[in-house]
């Protein structure tokens, strides 16, 4: 079997729950297939670059696919057919990279340093 990253972008319309559970589908759909998920990662609804299908934001997804040919084909054939996808992209690997990636890591440093930063708690004058 073959390693893949993919990415999904879901329209803006659809709450995060209905995101994670395109996830779950696209994860059973490779299960049925004799492939296996590794990592998946919800980045969260981020704004596009320019406008996909009149959309200007969309749900972001990263999946860590360890699955054969065929199973990752029909994956992309079910995502095509889906209204809920604007754009998909799969990329073969040498090897599944399983950190964190760098949009959510980001994300993490940039709360921790919020939390971090020290707070002006001044009591009003009475």
Not at 32 to 39: L, T, W
Not at 59 to 68: F, R, T
Not at 102 to 125: K, N, Q
């Amino acid at each position: 079997m073959a390693f893949y990253e993919h990415v999904v972008i879901a329209r803006q319309d659809i709450s995060p729950q209905q995101a994670e559970a395109l996830n779950e589908q696209l994860k059973a759909l490779l299960e049925e297939n004799g492939g296996h998920i590794a990592k998946i990662e919800y980045w969260g609804l981020r704004n596009l670059t320019y406008r996909i299908k009149k959309n200007r934001k969309g749900h972001y997804s990263l999946l860590a696919i360890d699955a054969p040919a065929a199973a990752v084909k029909e994956m992309e054939r079910q995502l095509l057919i889906n209204e809920d996808v604007l754009r998909f992209m799969t990329i073969r690997v040498e090897e599944l990279d399983l950190e964190l990636s760098p949009v959510l890591a980001r994300r993490d440093r940039e709360r921790g340093e919020r939390s971090e930063r020290p707070r002006d708690d001044f009591a009003p004058a009475a």
